[in-house]
């Protein structure tokens, strides 16, 4: 069964850094783009970057872009996201998900991430 497991959250000062990862596994993990979303509270969920099977396109919110940096280990399965320069407006809950059209309604638990002084 599909499986994206999201980690690395947590609270940080603006101006600082986290990594997040996701832990996929259920299916073919290199045969698909993988896409970081994000949802803020009272607020829709926004795509926050995508990285394409092999890594090498990428494509980010313009709210995030240069500060950043979305990438993957097919090797290992898994996808990061690196922040930063975090701002308040980047708290949280960050979710990854799969291009599997079969997983497209699977969600994770997602990772919380807080900036706050």
């Known amino acids: 069964q599909v499986q994206l497991v999201e980690s690395g959250g947590g609270l940080v000062q603006p101006g600082g850094s986290l990594r997040l990862s996701c832990a996929a596994s259920g299916f073919i993990f290199e045969s698909y783009a993988m896409t970081w979303y994000r949802q803020a509270p009272g607020k829709e969920r926004e795509l926050v970057a995508r990285?394409?099977?092999?890594?090498?396109?990428?494509n980010y919110a313009g709210s995030v872009k240069g500060r950043f940096t979305i990438s993957r280990d097919n090797a290992k399965s898994t996808v990061y996201l690196q922040m930063n320069s975090l701002k308040p407006d980047d708290t949280a809950v960050y979710y990854c998900?799969?291009?599997?059209?079969?997983?497209?309604?699977?969600w994770g638990q997602g990772t919380q991430v807080t900036v706050s002084s």
């Open positions: 990285i394409s099977p092999s890594g090498g396109s990428t």
């Open positions: 998900h799969t291009h599997w059209f079969t997983a497209r309604d699977y």
